[in-house]
């Protein structure tokens, strides 16, 4: 077998056995990893803000892929090593049909979380709740109340857009919206949810 020199984990039902503690024994697999010099890097549809804390109080390594990909961060500074933004333009008309179809929607950001107070339901609260417990959490939290407000906040600064109906059939309505936004991508997640992000692109050199 080759050597083995790069191990990617996820974090939420993976390394962790709640919203911030690793279990015991992936804690002692990452010291042993260490120790015959295999990298550890965590891969997680967090932002940095709920993820620096994890990542370093558990030695993982020293980069970091958060919100799906859309950003490479370097654990030791918490600076950007890649980072691809959604448009600006495709931000707005994304929200646009998200709220329109009643969905919740949470944008996310570095360090921020930006929520639509409006349709905030299930998924928001549970978000909230778990990240407000977070010790050492980076993580902000913004509210917003109308689309003007939520876009003004996130244009510049969205790395994924998190959708979530109480009916699951209603994703596929704003599914074949966003098909039509030809910088994004769609994920399916749990049944009634999805995950908007900007079109992949080689990860060659950090934007700011």
């Known amino acids: 077998m080759a050597d083995i020199k790069l191990i990617a984990t996820d974090l939420d039902g993976t390394f962790l056995i709640d919203v911030q503690n690793p279990h015991p024994d992936n804690l002692a697999a990452v010291a042993e990893c260490r120790k015959r010099g295999i990298h550890v890097c965590a891969c997680t549809g967090r932002t940095w803000g709920n993820t620096a804390p994890i ?5 993982l390594d020293e980069f970091c892929c958060v919100c799906n990909g859309a950003s490479i961060i370097d654990v030791a500074t918490g600076k950007h090593r890649f980072r691809r933004r959604i448009e600006p333009a495709a931000v707005r008309e994304i929200l646009a049909n998200g709220i329109e179809s009643g969905a919740e929607v949470m944008v996310l950001g570095y360090t921020t979380l930006y929520i639509y107070r409006q349709n905030n339901g299930e998924m928001m609260r549970k978000y909230e709740s778990a990240f407000r417990a977070l010790d050492d ?13 939520m876009h003004a906040a996130c244009a ?3 790395e994924k857009i998190d ?12 599914w074949d ?6 910088q994004v991508e769609i ?12 079109k992949d692109r080689p ?6």
């Open 187 to 198: 994920t399916p997640s749990v049944p009634g949810t999805m995950e908007v992000s900007a």
């Open 203 to 208: 990860h060659q050199t950090a934007t700011p």
């Open 137 to 149: 959490s980076q993580l902000e939290l913004h509210f917003s109340d109308t689309l003007d407000e």
């Open 55 to 59: 990542v370093r109080k558990a030695g």
């Open 156 to 158: 510049d600064a969205t």
């Open 163 to 174: 959708f979530a109906l109480s009916v699951p059939e209603g994703i596929e309505d704003i």
């Open 177 to 182: 919206k966003l098909n039509a936004i030809t």
